[in-house]
């Protein structure tokens, strides 16, 4: 099973951007589907974005469509998250999930489709 460790997160103004990245390890990471959730302090994780084993094909939650860009690099067993035009509302704990299952947008989106999850990193967007 794949284990990941999320990096990249900190402190940054309003507009600005940040790059997270997650690093896999200890599995095949090219037959994982992988995404990105976050998690705000008393709030439910939520979906915000998630790409295919290949790469090939990405989602999105709508309210980081067209700030955020995940993609992945096969070779590197990484993923990224590159977060630009940052509001204050996407100041959260930002996780990284892998899964080997999970066929259509719906599933991917699902919390309760990865098993496979990393420690977390803070983003701080002030304003």
């Known amino acids: 099973q794949v284990h990941v460790v999320e990096s990249g997160g900190g402190l940054v103004q309003a507009g600005g951007s940040l790059r997270l990245s997650c690093a896999a390890s200890?599995?095949?990471?090219?037959?994982?589907?992988m995404a990105w959730f976050r998690q705000a302090p008393g709030k439910e994780r939520e979906f915000v974005a998630t790409?295919?084993?290949?790469?090939?094909?990405?989602a999105y939650a709508d309210s980081v469509k067209g700030r955020f860009t995940i993609s992945r690099d096969n070779a590197k067993n990484t993923v990224y998250l590159q977060m630009n035009s940052l509001k204050p509302e996407d100041t959260s704990v930002y996780y990284c999930?892998?899964?080997?299952?999970?066929?259509?947008?719906?599933?991917?989106?699902?919390?309760?489709?990865?098993?496979?999850w990393g420690q977390g990193t803070q983003v701080t967007v002030s304003s």
């Open positions: 999930a892998a899964t080997l299952g999970g066929f259509t947008t719906a599933q991917r989106m699902r919390v309760t489709m990865y098993d496979c």
């Open positions: 790409i295919s084993q290949s790469g090939g094909w990405t």
């Open positions: 200890g599995g095949t990471f090219s037959l994982y589907a």
